[in-house]
């Protein structure tokens, strides 16, 4: 498999969990990696860790987004591969999903759950994808969810962040069909991380870096539009088409 040996990585959501997992991974086969989240103590951590530069950026702000990213470019050089991974449940950090129903969700927590897990990914690609496709190219994976395939009773609101960030990855793989940077996204089963409420954590059946495996993988080869399951360690993961290519 190609490394990541004179490339740049940029990854969001990269403090703790998938992302410093990948962070990890990629440093060691080469990339120099901007480790971009709003956890500053952890982040600072990650990119000390893997030989890279912080970034606090809320993925959620448009205008953080293009000062944070031509300050990487300045840094860095262009960027090759992002990793658009910053998410969150609709419970907090340590809290039982108990409280997360739809009835009791307040507007501003909703609003703060689709501002990092679609407004994140979108102003990320929005920010990304025109200068990648004028630079080197490359690719760009976007961290959603088992969730953004089937239903989940208990956090429909996540269900819907993550649903949602795969019709954009698909559309956009195929408005963006002949430029230089494929855009791609996984979809995780269970794994050991913060995020995961308290009744999920002995569920969990894979850790943050036997995820972070396949999220290299999928930037290093994987196909423009490709949406990746993986539900176990010990199983493969598998692409999920959708049901028929496209309206057009
Ligand atoms: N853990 C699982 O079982 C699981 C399963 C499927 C999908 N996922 C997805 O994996 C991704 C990574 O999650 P994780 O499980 O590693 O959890 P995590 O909590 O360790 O990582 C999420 C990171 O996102 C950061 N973040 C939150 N809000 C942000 C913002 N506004 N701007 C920038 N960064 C922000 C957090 O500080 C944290 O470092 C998420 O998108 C999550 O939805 C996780």
Redesign the pocket.
Known sequence: MPGFTGKTLLV????????RAVATMAAASGARVAV????EA?GRKTAAAVGGRFWR????DPSAWRDVVADIEREFGPIHYAHL?????TQG?GESLAGANVESLSPDRYRQVV???VD?VFFGLQTLLPRMNTAAGEAVTV?????GLVPIPFDPVYALT?HAVIGLVRSLALAYANARTRINAIC????A????PPEFRTA?TMS?EQMAAEVVDLLLTGATGETRLKLKADAPAQAVSPPFPTLA
């Open positions: 969001t959501g990269a403090a703790t969990g998938l992302g971009l989240d709003v956890n952890e950026l809320d993925v959620a991974n910053a998410g969150v449940m950090l501002g990092v897990n994140g961290t959603s969810s088992a969730a993550k995780p089963g269970g794994f991380s913060p995020l995961l969990a943050a």
